[in-house]
C-alpha cells in the first residue's frame, strides 16, 4: 500500500507554498537528473562487475590449480621411474623358471636419478617455479611453494627449499591455512639452517594472526622457545615453556581460544621436559 501524504493545516492554508516546495525539488531532481543516474548506474554496475570479478579470479585460480596438478604429476612420474630403476632386479634363475626370460631380449634402458633435484625434475621444477613467481598470493602458487620445499627437502637441499618460500610468504599477513603452512615451514627451514634469529620472526607472525590457527601456534611456540635457547636467551625460553604448561594445566585463566586436546597437551609435555633440562643446564652453570 502507498504511504499516505498528510500535510500540517498551515501548509493546507497556504497552498501555494506547497505547491512551491514541490516544484523546488521537482526542478532539483531535474536538475540533477545526470548526476543521479549516473550515481545509479555506478552502483548498479559496481555490483555487477564485483560479481564478473569474482568469477574471473575463481576461474584463474582454477586453471593455476590445474597447472600445479598437472605440474605434480609429471614429477610423481619420474620419481616412480627412478625409484623402479633402483627397485632389486629379479634374479635371473627364478626368472627363467617362471618363463619370464627371453633368449635375445634388447637390454632395458635403465634410468638412473643423479644428487640434483633440479637435473632429475628440470620440467615439473620449472613449472611449480613458474607458478609460484605467476600469482604469489594464490592458492595455486602456495602448493606449489609448499611442494617445491619438499622436493629440495628430501634431497637435502634445505637453502633451495628456503628460497621456494619466499615469493609467497613476503609481507605481515597469514591468509588462510596454506599461507599459514609455508610461513611455519619456512621458520622451520631457517632454524635447521642456524638462522635461529630469522626463524623466531618468520614464526611470529604466526603468534600475531592465531585467528583459527591455534592448532599451529603450540607447535610453534615451542620451536620458538628452543631457538631462544640456541641464541642462549634463557629467560624468553623460559617463558615460553611456562606459557605452553600453564595452557593445559590452567585452561580457565586463558584468553582466547581453548586449548587443543591433542597439539596443546604434546606441547605442553615437551615444554615440561625441556624446562627440566633448562633448569639442570642452570644448575651446573651455578645460576
Keep these: ?20 516546495n514541490l516544484k523546488t525539488g521537482f526542478e532539483w531532481s531535474a536538475a540533477h537528473s545526470k ?12 555490483g555487477g562487475g564485483w560479481t564478473v570479478y569474482s568469477v574471473v579470479q575463481q576461474q584463474t ?76 598470493s594464490s592458492k595455486a602458487a602456495l602448493l606449489s611453494a609448499l611442494f617445491l620445499s619438499e622436493i629440495y627437502s628430501n634431497s637435502n637441499k634445505l637453502e633451495e627449499a628456503l628460497q621456494s618460500l619466499d615469493p609467497v610468504t613476503k609481507g605481515t599477513k597469514v591468509n588462510g591455512l596454506l599461507s599459514a603452512l609455508a610461513i611455519k615451514t619456512k621458520g622451520n627451514f631457517q632454524a635447521n639452517l642456524n638462522q635461529c634469529a630469522e626463524a623466531v620472526q618468520t614464526w611470529q607472525r604466526l ?37 605452553l604448561i600453564d595452557r593445559v594445566k590452567n585452561p580457565s585463566q586463558q584468553v582466547g581460544n581453548s586449548p587443543n586436546t591433542s597439539t596443546d597437551q604434546i606441547a605442553s609435555r615437551e615444554a615440561e621436559k625441556f624446562l627440566r633440562l633448562l633448569k639442570l643446564k642452570k644448575d651446573q652453570r651455578g645460576s
Design 1 to 20: 500500500m502507498d504511504k499516505k501524504i498528510e500535510f500540517t493545516k498551515a501548509e493546507l492554508k497556504n497552498p501555494d507554498k506547497v505547491l512551491a
Design 35 to 46: 548526476a543521479v543516474l549516473t550515481f545509479l548506474a555506478i552502483f548498479i554496475f559496481a
Design 61 to 136: 585460480e582454477d586453471k593455476l590449480q590445474e597447472n600445479f596438478y598437472l605440474a605434480e604429476k609429471k614429477y610423481i612420474d619420474l620419481r616412480k621411474k627412478f625409484e623402479e630403476a633402483q627397485a632389486p632386479k629379479v634374479n635371473e634363475k627364478d626368472a627363467a623358471t617362471k618363463g619370464a626370460t627371453k633368449k635375445n631380449k634388447t637390454p632395458e634402458i635403465v634410468i638412473k636419478p643423479s644428487t640434483n633435484p633440479d637435473v632429475d625434475y628440470a620440467g615439473p621444477i620449472k613449472e611449480l617455479k613458474e607458478l609460484t613467481a605467476a600469482s604469489p
Design 207 to 243: 603468534n600475531q594472526n592465531s585467528n583459527g590457527l591455534s592448532f599451529l601456534t603450540a607447535d610453534v611456540k615451542l620451536k620458538m622457545a628452543l631457538c631462544y635457547e640456541k641464541m642462549d636467551q634463557i629467560p624468553q625460553a623460559e617463558i615460553i615453556y611456562k606459557e
